[in-house]
Structures are given as structure tokens and as C-alpha cells.
């Protein structure tokens, strides 16, 4: 059994980590931290985890990186951004595997970094140091990481469906448009008035835009994937449930055609998928006539992936939907825990 | 008092008709129609009128021309597609003044009906005399209407942001792109496991792509705007909201700007929006830090319109929101009503 | 038009206040006060009332009795408890009327209040004065009073059903339960975690119990309506609703009754509703099968009232529906203040 | 392996089961029935399983004993009553063991059935041989039973809380109420117009009072407990949730007591419910000021329980809340399936 912490427990994120490391059938969960719930057993803040054993024992501490050093080989952060920093520093300095869910380590560019998230960053001299989480992208560089950006959840909705198109030079980099649907989970836990329940029943609106923070990670892997750089369009959306994103993705074809030039283009867009994707554990290809649902991927780690093509418009429609406290956060950081750790990727997580 | 009748008073946008119509002052609900429901009271079958005394004293009866001739000047359809033609030839020829809700009127080509509705048009000599009733449009036209085609609500949606932009010159008329999610209304009162409380709730999921039906009578009107064959792409999805519709529209300003040029083209849009919408009582053009929201808009017969200038993608982005019952159906027929007895606009919508 | 102004006009209840008012036809809101928008229209507050002309001029200010009671004759109070008592002393001194939509004024007995409020009466000496805004109950007294006491949500969907049944000897005092279940609404517009979306949505959960608050003035009038004390037990519920109460109510006819026994205390017990409300505007005696549902008074001033007598049991079940913010709060202060007014009760709540 | 099937896979119940049992780590799910998706793989028809291996091969087939009888030695009905009656007999005679969700043999006495049901019972002679499966009651019986019926979500919910205190002589039979609130999935998978999201969302109603056919199980298993015939007022609310079932339930404690009396009073319930729950893996006996609440019991097997004593009123105030679909259902229909087996119990459910 693999000794892990959660720094930060309190959220949701962090609520999803607990749940998925209690069950984990190789992780032994060891030590969390809240300061505001410090000295409470787990639970008692989370109730829905109270008939565990563990739960019943383990109590939240204060944030202490000597302490969890002790108690933990691998320390997830699920911190905001810039604190994440403070505590990965003095981790990985005592020995410890760091998997980090903020946005602290994902931006290899520090210069970005402030741009998009309005001060310093933190600590560059371990922007290097960072691996990109995504496993179904970088599963060999985690491996061997000593600290795991994980990525966000808009992001992993974007990336996985359009970086194999760009990559296979089936698109072209420039014109993507992100247009994605949110669950209120993904605002956190915070006691701000935009998130009352009152103000997101029946009630949809758009956010962040037109520069929302995201586009940050979203734009540099984009870039990496297409060998230049790349700009996009993107739209967030609040929408009255619990979990999940819906990702639609405006994409051009490098090739024009029309309803004679569909199946063949078909054809490519499948086989580049089934290439990329046919043999992850979490990637769902949607067949036929089936589109994206976030209720299908809901406390799951799976993102399901499908695509039109428009003969009438020439464009290229992909959509995808996953849950953003699991794929998009908690259970694709435990994905990487399961690589890093030389566990099958998929234990805990089915 | 102007003597009105529904046909087809028992789905969502026929409840909705009788709301509005039950509490109009200038007009006198005398028929409504049901197969279903013949013979029972309003108050029997929307027990949310039953305090009104009409809806204690009127019942649903069969749909009879005739009948529905002698007790109503003014006759709204409130029916699927296809079967509101057929009431609409008789009404007509019996001096009736028919606001029809379905489809079938809006199209004004008999080819493309066909094309989208996959049926011959049941009375396609009736096209030509059919009026679009989207009064910020066509108010002129529909002042002395016989038979008025009211929009649906995903056009109403995108046409009354979009078509200021297009006739002022200010977007180029291709690559427009619809980004648009609907409440569970929208789908009407059908018994279908699609649209059961437990299939909807915590979902979210597009729907009908890439050819929607509405395509038809939308780019009918954002051609006749610019002047030339407009083509979108529009993508419809499903979230779990009662009402409400909130589109997302992403546009491509003719004039190339940067940064820098944000400010003047920005006037520009500002301007065209000012002149085209600012006397309207029924569209909310939305200021300072303010995005669209349909909790915003339930119940009423606005439109709420914001816009984004993206200085990273040259793109514009244009958001609405509006209740798809009210102004997306129901309130936007007795606005044309009101139009067509030359009643104040407003009345019985504010 | 009688000039009116509403105290405390930021949260659900003074929200609701200004829709009503807005709308009123012989009432013209001429202040709203609220300590964090001062400065800021109501049109910028609440962007769903911002097409009303009004709405764009009115601007919220700081609270100051003197300025109220030159801007209006009747002002509302829509504040925390404890906190209205504060206003009210000054207002009634400065010639205005007041209703209350707080606690302070409404159990009569400061002991009492002191009890369940856990502090002081602020003001004991207008205890006596003040009249309980239960149109039903006490229209005659509302006509004359200087301070209306509006009672809260859970009290009128308990009391308008019990009340006829305890004047009319035909429950018995003892043993009465009241089971209930209220929208997040009912929380206030208050930055909480309890009433985040995520905390709320499928959720539900008691709360409050076994002494809640609302309690004192149920048992107040329900011991006015029998002539004893009389005590009950209350169980409020929280569910995922914006809007809506439903009461369920555990009553012992005093005629015991077995099923051949049914139809005659069915006759009396209608008899005794149709007694009691066959023409009140604002209470709706269900018929047949027909049982109450929130979304059936949703932004109305009904309350749904049925009943089911159980032969098995010997008991009397009776369940009422109203619309927290309507019935249960400010449209029932409006109905107040239309008495108050000599306006036709039902104006502007229609 | 012990190799099991399910007939009538297709409702929320059966797809519940579905979840379960693919999971399952000492089950081998080899046969699904359904008529309508007879030739469909369970991922076909169930998306968010698609990505395990068994639900890509596993077909639905027609409901045939005999080829069940051969594919498995477990067979769980998920049926309509009635109907899952006409299969128990012949998978009995051809030697399987079966687990009925259904309510046909929780009912020990063929008229009780039948005054409940409106039909004969279709197997009598099976009625004295099936065990009412609630573990935590019938745990020896269910060891060696080959004929289980699995309780109710309501049965669950109402039976756990109140038989112990039955047992030990706390509380009076008489008088017993049980307010109860369910998700929508408790309706089933049915395409009917109140089961809509459109006409559930913000709705809240009672239904099926005063004599809803659970009361027949209900109440055998209290007077069963008592010894004494226990007659109980039963309301049923449907609520907008998918998932959950809230019960509130008021008791008379036997001895009267007053606020002196509180204390020594609630040790005994306490120690009840220890003596009963202190070592039963689902049933969580909550502490504290906490309260039930479904969402922290959702996708479990667990069922909360909180009391509390009342001395204003001499009541004892029950609460539970449970999953519907699993505690209420699946989940504990696999529970008996483990005693049965001599498995872990909590195998599969943790």
C-alpha cells in the first residue's frame, strides 16, 4: 500500500480525492489537511464517507509539509493557485511525489503565468521540473515525474478530443472555438452568492469571457499539438447541475469538402481517433447515433467523445462530456498516482 | 374586447397562450380547443388558472372550424407542424385572422419545407401571404397580416441579435456559428422517456445535429438581411432548466481589428445595436459587466442581449437569452396580436 | 396612486416586494433602501425588472426613517428580525403605516418572543398595537391598523388549513402535526454554504427541529382559534425547489369514524372550508383527486388547499401549497396593504 | 464466480442492478432480459457502462426460464408485480434461487395481496415459502432462502427505523406516522406526462394517499414486530431528485415524559438503536446535531437514521434517509445475494 496525502481536503476536489483513495485498493490515505476542519475525523465533514473505517479514524490536521513529508510518499495539493506553490516547494524538497490540481504547474511559461492569473508565479524554477498530467498525452514523462500538474477540467474536455486532429494535421490550428457547459461543482466550494442555489436554478448564463484563466494550459498544449501557435475561442457556461462538462468544439477541416468528400473524411477522423483513443481504459468513442451526455460519465473517469462532420457548413463538430470532479480533476490525478506508482491505470477508478 | 381562440390549448405553449390571453385586458378568451381534454374546464386541466372565473366557466372543445369561426375573430394554432395548415386554410377563408405557432407558415420556399420537414407543404399557396412575426422585424407587415407564422424559439434567439449586424454590414454573413441550449419545455408535453424528470436532471447533451429544423426559417432571414445565401452551423443542446433559451453566437466582424481597434468597432456595434433595438420594450440590451441569464428573463417577454469584442481571436461573440415560451413562442404571437388590433405593444405582457 | 416604499428591499422577500409593486396599479414605489446597493438602480440590481421605466430611475439608498416617511405613506419592512422593530418605532412616529414582513411584531406575548427569538422585544410597547396581516383571518382589523404584522411562510400554509377546523370544534386541539417542506428560497439571499447549489440539489434534509422558530405565532393562533393551548409538532424540510411550501397536516377529527362513518364528516369538513373560504380570492379548496402542488402557485397568491379523510386510521389529513414569496410573504403583505388602502384585495395580484 | 441474471433489466432498478453486479467481485453477470432491447448489448443500451468489458458482450435477450435457469443459479426479478410472479415459478422448479424486487412475495397473506394489488395472487403457494429480504432483520432466513423478496424503497426506509423500538417496547403501536419523500426514480422508467422533467421540476405533491399499496408490507412487518396489529397513516411526496428517499417519522414513546425525563429517555433509544445498528455495516446511526440527508447516501447502500425527543409535545421524531435505487432496492437485493452466497455482505456495495 502506497502512503498518500490530500493538502486541502475541504473542497470538492478534494472531497472526490478522499472518496476515490478510500477506495483505492493500493493507496493507503494517511494524512488531510483543513485548516477550518482541523481536529475533525473525516467523517464527521463528510458524512457520506462515515461508515468507512478510515474515515472514521483519520482527522483533518493543519497544513504542515514536515509532518505530511513523514506520513506521505505521494501528497496530493488540492489547493488554490499560488498556495498549491508554497506547499510543492517544500515537499519535493523533503522527498515526496507531488500531484498538484491547481493551475500552479500546468503554464510552462511564467511570463503566461502572470498574464493570466495577475501576479508572480510562485516558484519557475519548478515549471520545468512539471509534467503535464494528462496521461492519455504524457503517460511515459509521468512515469517518472517527481510533480504532476494536473489539469483542469476545461481543459481535459478540450484537449483529449481535439489535440489527436491537430496532431494528425486533420484540422487546421487556426478559428477552434470552445464552447463548454459547466456544472456548479466547478465554481468550489465557497459561500459567494452566485452560487446559491436560488441564483443557478433555472437559470444558464455565460462567464470569464472573453480571457477566461484556462486558456493558458489550454492554448499551450494546443500549441505543442499543432507545432505552432494557437489561439481559441472560448465560452464557459454555468448550468443548473451538480457535475459535468459538455465540450463543443467548432473545428475547420484541412481539407474542404462537401456531402460528396464526407465518408472519406469520415474515415480519417475515425481511424485518428481509434489510433489515439482505441485502446484508453477512459475514453469513450460514441458510435451511431449516440452524442455526449453528462449523466453517462457522472462519478465516473471517463470522457465520451463524438463528432459530426456538416457538409453544409464544412466544418467539423466534435463534442465531449466528463465529470469535472473526476476526469477533470480528482480521479485523472489518481490516474496519474496509478502510473506514477506502476499500478494498473485503471485501479480504483472503475 | 377582442374575441381570441387557441387550437391545441394543452401543450406547453398552448398553457402558456391561455395565461396570457386569460389576463390580457383588451382581449376575451371564447374557444379553446383539446381532443384530449373536450369537455373539461381551463380550471380542471391547469389548476394554476383555476382562480380565474373564465378558466372555471370555459371548456376545451373539439377543434371545429366553423364553430371556432363564429366565436373568435382572431385564432392562434397552437399545433404541431403539418396539421396547423389545416386549420389554417379554412379559418382564413372563413375571414378569421390566424397567429400561427408551428412551423408551417414561416418558410417561405415549399422546396425547403419539404427538405427540413420531410412532408409536401399542406397549403403552399399560403406562403406568400404568411407573414414572419418577428415584430422588432417585420412590425409594418404584420399590422395588417391575415395569417401571421410566429418564430420559434431558437430563431427568435439568434435571428434579433444577429440581423442588426448583418444588415449594417458590420459581420461578414459566413462562418456564423449558433451555439444554443434550451429548457426541457422546448421539447413540448410529450410522453417520452427522453424527457422524463430523471433522464434530464444532472444531464446535458446536444441534440439534432447538424440539420436542425430551424435551420430553414433561420437562415431564410439572416439571408434576407444580408442580402446573399447564409449557411450556419448551429448546434442545439438540452440542459435541465424549465424555460429559457441562451444562445451563444460567434461572428466574424468584417472589419479586421486588434487591440488597438477594439474601441472604435466597438462603437460601432454599440451604435448599431442602439438604433436598431434601443426603443424596443421588448429587448433588454445589457450594459457594463452584465451577461444574459434566462432566470432573467422567466416569465417575460424580453430579450436580453449582450455582446464581447475578442481582441486574441479578431472574433465577435453575441449572447441572448429569453424565455423560449414566452418570447421564444407564446409572448412574442400576442405581441403580434397586439400589433394587429392596434392594442398598445405591450399589453398584457408587461 | 398611494405612495409606498420598501425597507430592506435587497433580499428574496423585498424582491418580490418590487415585482408586485412595480406591477400595482394604484401603488407607486417611490424608495427602496439596501445598505450594499445604495447608489445603484433597481434596474442594475435585479436586471429582470430593468425594462420597467421605473426600475431604470429608482435608486436604492440608505435606510433613514425620515426620508421614508417623506417619500411614502405606507412602507414595508423586509428586514431581519430584531432589525425591524428598530424601523418601525420611528415610521409609526412619523405618521406612516407599516407592514412588517419580519417576526418582530407578530407573536404578541414578549416572553414569548424572547423564547424563540433569544433576545428582548425591541419594541413591547407596539406588541399590542400591531395586527396579524392574515387577510383571511383578520380583514376587519387590517382595514384600521397603523402596524401589520405579516406572518411568515410556514404559519399560513399551516394556519389557513387548521384554523376553520378548530373554530368549528371538528379536530381536536391535541396532537396536531404539521410536516413541511420549503424551496431554498425560504433560506434568504444569504452567502451560506448550506444553500449552495451543489449543498441543495439532490438533496433533501429536516432542519431546525424539534423547536423552530415560526413556531411561537403558529401556536399563538392556532390556541386563538381553539380557545386553549394548543401545541404542535413541526418539522420544516429542505428541498431543491426555488419557490413553494407544502404542508402536510396530521389532524384527529373529534368524531371518531370508521369508513361508514366517512361521508358525513367528509360533508362537514367541506362545509366548514367552503364556510370559511368558498370566496376568498386567494384560497383555492381542491376538488376530486386533485391534490396540491407548489408548481400550481408558483408567483401567485393561492393557497391550494385538499383533504383526505382515513378510515384506517381514524385521521384527517390535510395538505395546502403556496408560493413562499407570494402567499407566504410579500404578496400577502400587498394583500394587506390593499385592504389597508380600500384597493379591491386582488388588485395587482392577479 | 456465482454466475447470476437479471429479468427485467431495463427499468432504474434493473439498470441499478446492472451497475452493481458488474462490479460485483465474486458475481458474473451472464444474462439480461428485455423484450424491447432483446439483440442490444447492456452498453448499448446503458452508455455509462459501455466502457466495462462485460457490458460490450453482454446482449439482452427475450425472458426465457429455462435458458436463464441454465446461464445462472442466482436470478433477480425486476419486474412489474405480477408479472415477476409468472417467472419465479418456473426458475424455482428448474432450481434456481431468486431474488424478487418485485412486490409479489413480500405479502404473506394472498388477500392482503390481493386488496392492495387488485389481483390475485398469482403464485399462493409460494408465499410461505419466500423470506422478506431486510438483512438487518432476516439475516438467518435470507441465509437459506431460495425464494427472496426484496423489501421497497419506502417498506426500507419506514421498517429499520421503527422495528427496533417496536421490539423493545419504546414506542406505542398505535398512531404511527410516516411522512415520506421520494426521487423521481422511484416512478420507474415510464414514459408518462407527470413523471416529466417539466412537471417535477420546482413541483412538490403528495400522492397516493391515503392507502398507498406499501402500506400491505408495511404494516406486516410492524405488526409482525409488535405482536399486535399495527395499522400506520402512510403520505408519500414526490419530490425533484433522481435518487433518494427522506422519511419522517412520529412516534409515541410509551412512557410519558417531560423535559426531566428527556434524558433518561434518550439513553434508551440510544442504546436501542446500538444494541439493534451498532455493528451493521449500511446502517449509519448519526450523531450530534447531525440530521439525514439523501445526498449523502446517494450510490450507496446506506441508510442514516437520526431522533429526536420532543418534551413540548412527548414525541419521539425518526428521521432516515436512504438511496432509493440501492438501500431501497438493488443495492440491498445484492446485500441478500451475498448472505445467500456466504459472501463478504458488504462485497460489491463498499
Known sequence: MKKVAIIGASGYSGEELVRLLLAHPQAELTAVTSRQYAGQTVGQIFPKFANHPRAQSLRFTEPKAELLAKAAEIVFLALPHGVAAEFAVPL??????????????????????????????????????????????????????????????????????????????????????????????????????????????????????????????????????????????????????????????????????????VEELAQKISGCYQQAYGKEPFVRLLEGKALPDTKNVEGTNVIEIAWRLDPRTGRLVVMSAEDNLVKGASGQAVQSMNILCGFPETAGLL
Open 92 to 261: 519535493l524538497q523533503l522527498g515526496c511525489q507531488v500531484i498538484d490540481l491547481s493551475a500552479d504547474f500546468r503554464v510552462k511559461d511564467a511570463a503566461v503565468y502572470k498574464e493570466f492569473y495577475a501576479h508572480d508565479h510562485p516558484a519557475p524554477e519548478l515549471l520545468l521540473q512539471s509534467v503535464y498530467g494528462l496521461p492519455e498525452l504524457y503517460r511515459s514523462q509521468i512515469k517518472n515525474a517527481s510533480l504532476i500538474a494536473s489539469p483542469g477540467c476545461y481543459p481535459t474536455s478540450i484537449l483529449l478530443p481535439i489535440i489527436p486532429l491537430l496532431k494528425t494535421g486533420l484540422i487546421k490550428p487556426a478559428g477552434i472555438i470552445a464552447d463548454a457547459l459547466t456544472g456548479v461543482s466547478g465554481a468550489g466550494r465557497k459561500a459567494e452568492l452566485d452560487y446559491l442555489f436560488v441564483e443557478c436554478n433555472e437559470s444558464v448564463r455565460p462567464y470569464g469571457i472573453p480571457k477566461h484563466r484556462h486558456l493558458s494550459e489550454i492554448e499551450q498544449e494546443l500549441s505543442l499539438a499543432a507545432g505552432e501557435a494557437v489561439t481559441i475561442q472560448f465560452t464557459p457556461h454555468l448550468i443548473p447541475i451538480n457535475r459535468g462538462i459538455l465540450a463543443t468544439l467548432y473545428l475547420a477541416p484541412v481539407k474542404h469538402f462537401d456531402a460528396s468528400g
